[in-house]
Nanobody, 116 residues
Protein backbone atom coordinates (compact mmCIF):
# COMPACT_ATOMS: atom_id res chain seq x y z
CA UNK A 1 0.00 0.00 0.00
CA UNK A 2 1.36 3.38 -1.01
CA UNK A 3 1.16 6.21 1.49
CA UNK A 4 2.03 9.83 0.90
CA UNK A 5 2.30 12.16 3.87
CA UNK A 6 2.47 15.91 3.37
CA UNK A 7 3.68 18.47 5.87
CA UNK A 8 4.79 22.07 6.00
CA UNK A 9 1.56 23.95 5.42
CA UNK A 10 0.39 26.81 7.56
CA UNK A 11 -0.46 30.48 7.74
CA UNK A 12 1.95 32.94 6.17
CA UNK A 13 1.83 36.62 5.30
CA UNK A 14 1.88 37.78 1.68
CA UNK A 15 5.44 37.79 0.41
CA UNK A 16 6.44 35.02 2.78
CA UNK A 17 7.74 31.52 2.14
CA UNK A 18 6.84 27.96 3.00
CA UNK A 19 8.35 24.61 2.14
CA UNK A 20 6.06 21.64 1.74
CA UNK A 21 7.32 18.08 2.08
CA UNK A 22 5.82 14.82 0.90
CA UNK A 23 7.25 11.55 2.14
CA UNK A 24 6.42 8.32 0.32
CA UNK A 25 6.19 4.90 1.90
CA UNK A 26 8.90 2.79 0.34
CA UNK A 27 11.19 3.93 -2.42
CA UNK A 28 10.26 7.09 -4.30
CA UNK A 29 12.05 5.62 -7.32
CA UNK A 30 9.00 3.38 -7.89
CA UNK A 31 7.24 6.39 -9.30
CA UNK A 32 7.76 7.97 -12.69
CA UNK A 33 6.69 11.39 -11.47
CA UNK A 34 5.86 13.26 -8.32
CA UNK A 35 3.41 16.13 -8.48
CA UNK A 36 1.97 18.86 -6.32
CA UNK A 37 -1.62 19.95 -6.90
CA UNK A 38 -3.73 22.53 -5.14
CA UNK A 39 -7.41 23.18 -4.68
CA UNK A 40 -8.82 26.46 -3.50
CA UNK A 41 -12.34 26.69 -2.05
CA UNK A 42 -14.95 26.50 -4.78
CA UNK A 43 -12.37 25.79 -7.48
CA UNK A 44 -11.10 22.73 -9.31
CA UNK A 45 -7.88 21.02 -8.33
CA UNK A 46 -4.97 22.27 -10.43
CA UNK A 47 -1.51 20.91 -11.12
CA UNK A 48 1.09 23.22 -9.60
CA UNK A 49 4.38 21.48 -10.31
CA UNK A 50 5.82 18.10 -11.18
CA UNK A 51 9.18 16.38 -11.31
CA UNK A 52 10.12 13.14 -13.04
CA UNK A 53 12.69 10.53 -12.14
CA UNK A 54 15.16 12.18 -14.52
CA UNK A 55 14.49 15.55 -12.87
CA UNK A 56 12.42 17.09 -15.63
CA UNK A 57 10.21 19.72 -14.06
CA UNK A 58 6.97 21.44 -14.95
CA UNK A 59 5.39 24.51 -13.38
CA UNK A 60 2.02 26.11 -13.79
CA UNK A 61 2.31 29.62 -15.21
CA UNK A 62 0.88 31.08 -12.02
CA UNK A 63 3.83 29.85 -9.92
CA UNK A 64 6.77 30.04 -12.34
CA UNK A 65 9.69 31.90 -10.81
CA UNK A 66 8.23 31.63 -7.30
CA UNK A 67 7.89 27.90 -6.61
CA UNK A 68 10.55 25.20 -6.91
CA UNK A 69 9.93 21.47 -6.86
CA UNK A 70 12.74 19.11 -5.89
CA UNK A 71 13.25 15.58 -4.69
CA UNK A 72 15.58 13.72 -2.35
CA UNK A 73 15.57 10.08 -3.39
CA UNK A 74 17.53 9.00 -0.32
CA UNK A 75 14.79 10.41 1.91
CA UNK A 76 11.90 9.34 -0.37
CA UNK A 77 10.74 12.92 -0.24
CA UNK A 78 9.58 15.55 -2.69
CA UNK A 79 9.56 19.22 -1.75
CA UNK A 80 7.77 22.32 -2.90
CA UNK A 81 9.57 25.52 -1.98
CA UNK A 82 7.12 28.39 -2.23
CA UNK A 83 8.42 31.96 -2.20
CA UNK A 84 6.76 35.33 -2.62
CA UNK A 85 3.45 33.84 -1.65
CA UNK A 86 0.26 35.62 -2.63
CA UNK A 87 -3.25 35.42 -1.19
CA UNK A 88 -4.33 33.60 -4.36
CA UNK A 89 -1.93 30.78 -3.45
CA UNK A 90 -4.24 29.88 -0.56
CA UNK A 91 -5.40 26.30 -1.08
CA UNK A 92 -5.09 22.73 0.08
CA UNK A 93 -1.89 21.38 -1.45
CA UNK A 94 -1.78 17.67 -2.21
CA UNK A 95 1.06 15.39 -3.19
CA UNK A 96 0.51 12.90 -6.00
CA UNK A 97 2.70 10.06 -7.23
CA UNK A 98 2.39 8.40 -10.63
CA UNK A 99 3.80 4.93 -11.16
CA UNK A 100 5.22 3.61 -14.40
CA UNK A 101 2.00 1.65 -15.06
CA UNK A 102 -0.09 4.77 -14.62
CA UNK A 103 -1.37 4.15 -11.11
CA UNK A 104 -1.85 7.35 -9.17
CA UNK A 105 -1.67 7.86 -5.43
CA UNK A 106 -2.60 10.86 -3.31
CA UNK A 107 -1.78 12.26 0.08
CA UNK A 108 -4.36 13.82 2.36
CA UNK A 109 -3.25 17.37 1.70
CA UNK A 110 -1.93 20.26 3.72
CA UNK A 111 -3.55 23.68 4.07
CA UNK A 112 -1.65 26.76 2.96
CA UNK A 113 -3.18 30.10 3.88
CA UNK A 114 -1.64 33.37 2.72
CA UNK A 115 -3.13 36.29 4.61
CA UNK A 116 -2.14 39.37 6.53
Amino acid sequence: QVQLVESGGGLVQPGGSLRLSCVTSGSILRFYAMRWHRQAPGKERDLVASITNNDRTFYADSVKGRFTISRDNAKNTVYLQMNTLKPEDTAVYSCNSVSYNGDSYWGQGTQVTVSS
